[in-house]
Structures are given as structure tokens and as C-alpha cells.
């Protein structure tokens, strides 16, 4: 069983969690087009490499972000959603 | 409240309608008590209360934690942890940042809680967390026995024992393929774990306990 670390529950089963797609800002849903809802909802990068995810621990109910690489399946770092703003800042 | 009481249907639930009241009156008199593994040469047996019908009362959401606090209610830290609030004779679980589950002391007296449920109903603040309906979703068994952790492994991938788990530990995890939440209560002076789960799954449960005990 793969194990995945839940920055609040530690590492459990892969089976614990469910993934929630990509991380990407979202639109402003007062003035967006049509063509960028439809980007918004529809249009996945699909980049072969390391991406930003959210995923949730089920039996918990909380939501987090692991960065994973879309090759090799392999899940780099998990973090709080709080730590996002602050990585992105930094980078 | 005896409605609602009498509503439930969990394993047992045809020994609820003996008690429509919703507060048996005693620990030993009226609780449902099925033997999972029975005793064996040298190892007593494994045991699972169903205390589904007890008083229990979350709130969730923001707010939550600033309410309790107001009420000078010390809040449990880290998250994943029991806290037992003296004063009120209660036990405060906490589930996330701003989740938490309340439990009385004595399951036989569910006074102290009925009153802070109704403190928080009362209070008018805008902020306060919401409802979590504890009581009407979740259903609650205590599993315990010298081995328990020994068995709950065949189902649940955390490692349950004593030394690993210390009391008033809380994990949030899977067993029989659900979502549990399990408490480390120790409640009949026995090693055990208070569960929290779907109360629509509580008859899976309490089969899949069963089977596991018989295997």
C-alpha cells in the first residue's frame, strides 16, 4: 500500500485520500467570460512533471496540498493549504 | 428528544424501544454489550457497547473554538486529542481545527451536557460554529479487551497498541472500509476505543466485528 503523509493525520494508507485535481486560481465569477469558465472548469495543463494538488483525508474531512510528480507518481511534499500563499511568495 | 431516541435503529435497536426516554439508566442495567472474540485459554474476551443512544453534541465550523473558549472551556492540543473538562464533568474531542465533539463524563448523566447544548443554542452571536448533529449521524460503540488493538488491526491500518497510542489519543482513520473516528477511552478500565461512524453503516459494523472475531 502506497502511504501518503496527512499534514494533520501523519501517514496513512493511500486509500485514505482522495485527490481533487490541480491547484489554480479561480475566476472572478462576477465578470468572467464564457470561454473562461469554460478554461476554469474544463482545461487541464497535464504537465509531465512535478504539479500542485489538493487532496483531502476522508475520514477527517481536511483538505490539503501535495505536490506530486505526473510521471513517476511520486508525492514530493504534502502541506497545509495555509502554507500555500506563503510558498508561493517565496518562489 | 424521545422521538428522536426511539427513531434509532442501530444493531440493537430493537432494546432501544425498551427505553424511549433516550437516557438508559444505568451503565451495567441497560447497556447492549456483544462479545466479539470470546474468552480463550489465558486471553479474556473482546466486547462492543453500543452507546449509540447516549447524549453526544458537536459543533464544527467557525466560531467553534471561540465559543468554547468563552465558556472557559480549555481547548484540547493538539488536534487528535481528548481533553476532559472537569467543571462541567465532560470530555471535549478534538476533531479539527474548529470541530469538536462533546461527550459526557458519565454516560448515565447526561445533564451537563443537555446545558451546554443549551447555552450554545441560546447564545445569539452571529459566529458560534454550527450544529454538527453528532448524535443523529454518527453511531457510537466502545470496543475493548486486553487484545483489542491486536484485533482492530486485522480491519484498521493505524497501529492501536498501548505504547504507541497513549490515552485520550484520537485517530481519524478507516475500519471494516469506513470512515472511523477512534478514541482511546480506556471507559470500562479496560484497553478500548470509543468509535464514531456512519449510523446508517452501524449493522456493517457491527458484522464485519463479528466476523472478524470469528475468523
Given at each position: 500500500?502506497?502511504?501518503m503523509n496527512?499534514?494533520?493525520n501523519?501517514?496513512?494508507?493511500?486509500?485514505?485520500?482522495?485527490?481533487f485535481?490541480?491547484v489554480?486560481d479561480?475566476?472572478?465569477?462576477?465578470?468572467?467570460s464564457?470561454?473562461a469558465?469554460c478554461h476554469y472548469?474544463?482545461y487541464?495543463?497535464?504537465k509531465?512533471?512535478i504539479i500542485?494538488?489538493?487532496?483531502?483525508?476522508?475520514?477527517?474531512?481536511y483538505?490539503f496540498?501535495a505536490?506530486?510528480?505526473?510521471?513517476?507518481d511520486?508525492?514530493?511534499?504534502?502541506?497545509?493549504?495555509?502554507?500555500l500563499s506563503?510558498?508561493?511568495?517565496?518562489? | 428528544?424521545?422521538?428522536l431516541?426511539?427513531g434509532?435503529?442501530t444493531?440493537?435497536?430493537?432494546l432501544y424501544a425498551e427505553h424511549?426516554?433516550?437516557?438508559?439508566?444505568?451503565?451495567d442495567?441497560?447497556?447492549?454489550?456483544?462479545t466479539v472474540?470470546p474468552e480463550r485459554?489465558g486471553e479474556g474476551?473482546?466486547?462492543?457497547?453500543?452507546?449509540?443512544?447516549?447524549?453526544?453534541?458537536g459543533?464544527?465550523?467557525k466560531?467553534?473554538?471561540?465559543?468554547?473558549r468563552s465558556?472557559?472551556?480549555p481547548?484540547?492540543e493538539?488536534v487528535n486529542?481528548l481533553a476532559p473538562?472537569?467543571?462541567?464533568?465532560l470530555?471535549?474531542?478534538?476533531l479539527g481545527?474548529?470541530?469538536y465533539?462533546?461527550l459526557?463524563?458519565s454516560?448515565?448523566e447526561p445533564a451537563s451536557l443537555?446545558?451546554l447544548r443549551?447555552?450554545w443554542?441560546?447564545d445569539?452571536?452571529?459566529?458560534?460554529g454550527?450544529?454538527?448533529?453528532?448524535?443523529?449521524?454518527w453511531?457510537w460503540f466502545h470496543?475493548h479487551?486486553?487484545?483489542v488493538a491486536d484485533?482492530?488491526?486485522k480491519?484498521?491500518?493505524?497501529?492501536?497498541?498501548a505504547?504507541?497510542l497513549?490515552?485520550?489519543?484520537v485517530?481519524?482513520?478507516r475500519?471494516?472500509?469506513?470512515d472511523?473516528?477512534l478514541?482511546?477511552?480506556d471507559?470500562?478500565n479496560?484497553h478500548g476505543f470509543?468509535?464514531?461512524?456512519?449510523v446508517?453503516?452501524?449493522?456493517?459494523?457491527?458484522s464485519?466485528?463479528?466476523e472478524?472475531?470469528?475468523?
Amino acid at each position: 500500500m502506497k502511504i501518503m503523509n496527512c499534514p494533520l493525520n501523519g501517514p496513512r494508507n493511500i486509500s485514505e485520500f482522495t485527490c481533487f485535481g490541480p491547484v489554480h486560481d479561480a475566476v472572478d465569477a462576477q465578470s468572467a467570460s464564457d470561454a473562461a469558465w469554460c478554461h476554469y472548469l474544463f482545461y487541464q495543463e497535464n504537465k509531465a512533471g512535478i504539479i500542485r494538488e489538493w487532496w483531502r483525508h476522508t475520514p477527517s474531512n481536511y483538505y490539503f496540498i501535495a505536490e506530486r510528480h505526473t510521471v513517476t507518481d511520486e508525492i514530493i511534499a504534502t502541506y497545509s493549504a495555509s502554507e500555500l500563499s506563503r510558498i508561493e511568495n517565496k518562489s | 428528544m424521545a422521538v428522536l431516541a426511539a427513531g434509532r435503529r442501530t444493531p440493537l435497536g430493537d432494546l432501544y424501544a425498551e427505553h424511549p426516554d433516550g437516557v438508559p439508566s444505568s451503565i451495567d442495567a441497560t447497556l447492549v454489550r456483544t462479545t466479539v472474540v470470546p474468552e480463550r485459554s489465558g486471553e479474556g474476551p473482546i466486547e462492543v457497547l453500543d452507546l449509540t443512544r447516549y447524549a453526544r453534541f458537536g459543533i464544527k465550523g467557525k466560531g467553534a473554538s471561540d465559543w468554547l473558549r468563552s465558556k472557559a472551556i480549555p481547548l484540547p492540543e493538539p488536534v487528535n486529542t481528548l481533553a476532559p473538562v472537569a467543571s462541567r464533568k465532560l470530555d471535549l474531542v478534538r476533531l479539527g481545527a474548529e470541530d469538536y465533539l462533546v461527550l459526557p463524563q458519565s454516560l448515565g448523566e447526561p445533564a451537563s451536557l443537555a446545558a451546554l447544548r443549551s447555552e450554545w443554542e441560546s447564545d445569539g452571536r452571529e459566529r458560534k460554529g454550527f450544529n454538527s448533529w453528532r448524535e443523529e449521524v454518527w453511531a457510537w460503540f466502545h470496543i475493548h479487551g486486553a487484545n483489542v488493538a491486536d484485533f482492530l488491526a486485522k480491519t484498521c491500518p493505524v497501529d492501536l497498541n498501548a505504547d504507541r497510542l497513549p490515552l485520550r489519543s484520537v485517530v481519524q482513520t478507516r475500519v471494516a472500509q469506513m470512515d472511523c473516528i477512534l478514541v482511546r477511552t480506556d471507559r470500562t478500565n479496560d484497553h478500548g476505543f470509543d468509535l464514531f461512524f456512519d449510523v446508517a453503516s452501524a449493522n456493517f459494523m457491527m458484522s464485519s466485528l463479528k466476523e472478524l472475531g470469528a475468523a
